[in-house]
């Protein structure tokens, strides 16, 4: 490392990532628990468990724009710790939930906090991280959600298993405690005078709340979300109905274990080779995940399928959100990264909820051979067709310019 590199690893950096694991880790907890709570301790359908993730994050999606607006009259920190406030009392009314109704109103506050406290995050960490180590601080801070979602399922689900619904609670709250604490140790100073103003003096629109160079790989990324959602909010009730209880809190550290071994490599053959090298491989590997679940019949296929969803999957978001952002004007990276969120947040909500739906009618295995057969089919056409192409028109004159 050069003398003169400025610091990254500063209090305010490992601060805010860690603020941001114990938000994804709260996140995880309940992702993964809830669907079972809902159909067997309340009672509920299986379109209602993904309705549980749907109201969480619409409320997440509707509430992101207000939550830039206000960072930029109030400034980050002060919004961050009302959001985390938000966010921990919301964790804390669980405990109190005694029907289905309730815990959708609940969802609903928790996606609130959690949607303000992400923005904050984000934008707060932008801030932080020095211009010439963006690439690395950014890296580093997505990785504090990776690691979630390594420790998150795997904690949530052997708690409920081991201990019951309570237990699995207590850890949601402690993490959402530690979130507050590790958020109340930020220290932001005031951004510039001159900057602030212009970006008060932006009218309130819808110009000013999207970038639109973002959106087309965002909507792509949403459309894949669609089948990444039967994983998400489903796998864990699945492995039940497989007798494989037991071992589905494995599923989500195998996919993360996968994910974070293979992302060095991931990352320089993008810088290398270009987009389209990296995308088409790692589709064709999120559709064998998703039919090596639908044929699964043993632990060891239950797990092959996490190893492959975390391979193909876990390349394709973060390949399509660095595309969202290189797509975008210089001064409208972070917008560029907020399009992209929202829109493949909405792809989450709506196929949680379709998913739902689709189970009460078909069988889960039913369903995840057809959700190969989407990412294979549809999921290549539309990728070609809103980015592909482009990048390989790109990409051949950049060869060509070089000869």
Not at 12 to 25: D, E, G, K, Q, R
Not at 141 to 163: D, K, R
Not at 309 to 327: E, K, V
Request: glycine share 10%; aromatic share 14%.
């Amino acid at each position: 490392m050069k003398k003169d590199q400025p610091e990254l690893w500063t209090r305010n950096f490992i601060s805010v990532s860690a603020t941001n694991f114990f938000l994804f880790m709260t996140f995880y907890f309940l992702l993964v628990t809830l669907p079972i709570y809902v159909v067997e301790n309340l009672g509920g359908e299986k379109s209602e468990a993904g309705l549980m993730t749907t109201v969480f994050l619409l409320s997440a999606i509707l509430i992101r724009p207000f939550a830039g607006r206000w960072i930029e009259k109030h400034g980050g920190r002060k919004v961050l710790l009302f959001s985390l406030f938000v966010f921990l009392t919301a964790t804390i009314l669980y405990f109190f939930v005694s029907s289905i109704t309730a815990l959708m109103a609940v969802r609903f506050l928790h996606g609130i906090g959690f949607g303000i406290a992400t923005t904050c995050t984000g934008a707060i960490v932008a801030d932080i991280i020095p211009d010439s180590r963006r690439g690395e601080g950014m890296g580093y801070f997505i990785l504090s959600s990776t690691l979630a979602m390594v420790i998150g399922p795997y904690v949530g689900l052997t708690a409920m298993q081991e201990w019951g619904v309570n237990a699995m609670l207590d850890f949601a709250a402690g993490s959402a405690v530690a979130c507050v604490l590790a958020g109340n140790s930020i220290r932001v100073k005031k951004k510039q005078i001159q900057e602030q103003k212009e970006r008060v003096q932006n009218p309130f629109n819808l110009k000013n709340l999207f970038e639109a160079s973002a959106v087309p790989i965002a909507v792509t990324g949403s459309l894949f979300a669609l089948a990444y959602s039967a994983i998400l909010s489903f796998v864990s009730v699945y492995a039940g109905e497989l007798g494989l209880g037991g071992i589905s809190s494995y599923f989500f550290v195998v996919y993360a274990v996968v994910l974070l071994l293979s992302r060095p490599f991931t990352g320089k053959c993008y810088d290398l080779y270009g987009q389209n090298v990296i995308v088409y491989p790692a589709i064709v590997l999120f559709a064998i995940g998703m039919l090596l679940l639908g044929i699964t019949d043993s632990a060891f296929l239950f797990l092959a399928a996490a190893a492959c969803a975390g391979l193909g999957w876990g390349t394709l978001f973060p390949t399509y959100q660095t595309i969202a952002i290189q797509s975008a004007p210089p001064k409208r990276k972070a917008m560029a990264t907020a399009t992209f969120l929202s829109i493949f947040d909405i792809g989450i909500g709506l196929g949680s909820y379709i998913v739902g739906l689709a189970a009460s009618l078909f069988s889960f295995r039913q369903l995840y051979l057809f959700g190969s057969a989407y990412i294979l089919l549809g999921g290549t056409l539309i990728y070609y067709l809103l980015a592909g192409r482009k990048f390989h028109h790109i990409r051949k004159n950049e060869q060509e310019a070089v000869l």
